[in-house]
């Protein structure tokens, strides 16, 4: 049955608590997202933060599956906007800071339940421990946040290192400092647009920062089928192992386009599943019904159920008795027609016509 899947061991690593959500320390793996607003024109201030866009895109994170979010703030006058949105954002909101340490002083001073700040972009030392000293008084945690875009240049110009040893060198350079001036509530991230490249940079992590707790992604991974294609990959794999406390999907799309994406990874992999997962065969000239529009179907229905589900519907007799059986509730089509299983027991027959609908009566017994 669905609730018999093996979750692979995950690392140790220490919880720190963003808002009143905890990561790492064996909590859930947390489902992360970025709002993509464009800044809105002010007649005094000129370009700034769109606090109501940005809470409206927040709502549908959130009601897409989203539990924490991201915002950049472009520049200091953002700051007001920045703190209307904190105050009213249904999930807890870490601030995004590049270039000006004011801002992520100002961020923490204002509601962010978080930073996280880029060592390429703040390269002075001095700009990073403001940023520490403040978030250290708000008592909230930061993310080291390395991409290999932007890194240092000390690091980056180095020819005896892979990209992947720049990115974990990088991080873990920014970690020992934060240790050195008692700040232990981090989490790290060292992410690239190449799939191998982000897994060794994380496995490098995991071996050398062992109880730190990582943000893992693969960065600029592009539109939504190859962005999808490369995240599964390089998050499947780190998860696989045991390697990462929370994640962002990042995808060149509307970013609730991101939450199902993140979900289904985590529910391949056996590591969460808070969603249905859909089991379909791809057809082949045995199928004796059109099965392709009724798994569609299946599967936009799917999308407004919150159960861990799992849910079968099969085109013929090879699979597809056993796969029915052994799904919560599952179909086995045949002539014109279909099997319902429900809990592994042979429940009844249906019509093709009726196959959708006699599955979700099922799932609403469940």
Same mark, same amino acid.
């Given at each position: 049955?669905?609730?018999?899947?093996?979750?692979?061991?995950?690392?140790?690593?220490?919880?720190?608590?963003?808002?009143?959500?905890?990561?790492?320390?064996?909590?859930?793996?947390?489902?992360?997202?970025?709002?993509?607003?464009?800044?809105?024109?002010?007649?005094?201030?000129?370009?700034?933060?769109?606090?109501?866009?940005?809470?409206?895109?927040? !709502?549908?994170?959130?009601?897409?599956?989203?539990?924490?979010?991201?915002?950049?703030?472009?520049?200091?006058?953002?700051?007001?906007?920045?703190?209307?949105?904190?105050?009213?954002?249904?999930?807890?909101?870490?601030?995004?800071?590049?270039?000006?340490?004011?801002?992520?002083?100002?961020?923490?001073?204002?509601?962010?339940?978080?930073?996280?700040?880029?060592?390429?972009?703040?390269?002075?030392?001095?700009?990073?421990?403001?940023?520490?000293?403040?978030?250290?008084?708000?008592?909230?945690?930061?993310?080291?946040?390395?991409?290999?875009?932007?890194?240092?240049?000390?690091?980056?110009?180095?020819?005896?290192?892979?990209?992947?040893?720049?990115?974990?060198?990088?991080?873990?350079?920014?970690?020992?400092?934060?240790?050195?001036?008692?700040?232990?509530?981090?989490?790290?991230?060292?992410?690239?647009?190449?799939?191998?490249?982000?897994?060794?940079?994380?496995?490098?992590?995991?071996?050398?920062?062992?109880?730190?707790?990582?943000?893992?992604?693969?960065?600029?991974?592009?539109?939504?089928?190859?962005?999808?294609?490369?995240?599964?990959?390089?998050?499947?794999?780190?998860?696989? !192992?045991?390697?990462?406390?929370?994640?962002?999907?990042?995808?060149?799309?509307?970013?609730?386009?991101?939450?199902?994406?993140?979900?289904?990874?985590?529910?391949?992999?056996?590591?969460?599943?808070?969603?249905?997962?859909?089991?379909?065969?791809?057809?082949?000239?045995?199928?004796?019904?059109?099965?392709?529009?009724?798994?569609? !179907?299946?599967?936009?229905?799917?999308?407004?159920?919150?159960?861990?589900?799992?849910?079968?519907?099969?085109?013929?007799?090879?699979?597809?008795?056993?796969?029915?059986?052994?799904?919560?509730?599952?179909?086995?089509?045949?002539?014109?027609?279909?099997?319902?299983?429900?809990?592994? !027991?042979?429940?009844?027959?249906?019509?093709?016509?009726?196959?959708?609908?006699?599955?979700?009566?099922?799932?609403?017994?469940?």
């Amino acid at each position: 049955m669905a609730d018999t899947q093996t979750e692979p061991a995950r690392n140790k690593t220490r919880q720190v608590m963003v808002g009143d959500v905890p990561i790492g320390g064996g909590a859930p793996v947390v489902v992360q997202s970025m709002t993509n607003v464009p800044m809105r024109e002010d007649d005094d201030l000129g370009p700034v933060l769109d606090a109501d866009g940005n809470l409206e895109q927040i !709502e549908r994170l959130k009601d897409a599956g989203c539990e924490v979010v991201r915002v950049a703030i472009p520049n200091r006058n953002s700051l007001e906007f920045f703190a209307q949105v904190c105050e009213k954002s249904p999930l807890p909101v870490v601030a995004d800071i590049h270039f000006d340490h004011l801002i992520g002083v100002g961020a923490a001073r204002v509601g962010a339940a978080a930073l996280r700040i880029n060592p390429g972009t703040l390269p002075a030392i001095q700009a990073v421990d403001a940023i520490i000293d403040e978030a250290g008084e708000a008592k909230i945690p930061i993310r080291i946040g390395v991409n290999a875009g932007s890194l240092e240049r000390e690091v980056a110009d180095r020819q005896d290192l892979s990209i992947a040893e720049k990115l974990a060198l990088s991080a873990r350079t920014y970690v020992e400092h934060f240790d050195e001036r008692g700040f232990s509530d981090v989490v790290v991230s060292a992410k690239a647009h190449d799939v191998m490249t982000t897994v060794e940079a994380y496995r490098e992590l995991s071996r050398s920062c062992p109880d730190v707790p990582l943000h893992i992604g693969v960065t600029e991974a592009g539109t939504v089928q190859q962005g999808t294609i490369k995240s599964s990959i390089g998050l499947g794999m780190l998860l696989a !192992e045991g390697i990462g406390d929370t994640l962002r999907v990042s995808l060149t799309a509307d970013p609730v386009e991101e939450m199902a994406v993140a979900y289904g990874i985590l529910s391949a992999v056996g590591v969460r599943r808070v969603r249905p997962e859909l089991v379909s065969c791809p057809t082949c000239s045995r199928c004796q019904v059109d099965l392709i529009p009724i798994a569609e !179907e299946v599967q936009r229905r799917l999308a407004d159920i919150d159960k861990p589900l799992q849910v079968a519907v099969m085109g013929c007799v090879v699979n597809g008795p056993g796969e029915a059986k052994d799904a919560d509730v599952g179909v086995a089509c045949a002539d014109d027609c279909g099997v319902l299983f429900f809990h592994g !027991e042979n429940a009844q027959r249906v019509e093709s016509d009726r196959i959708v609908d006699a599955l979700f009566e099922a799932i609403d017994k469940l």
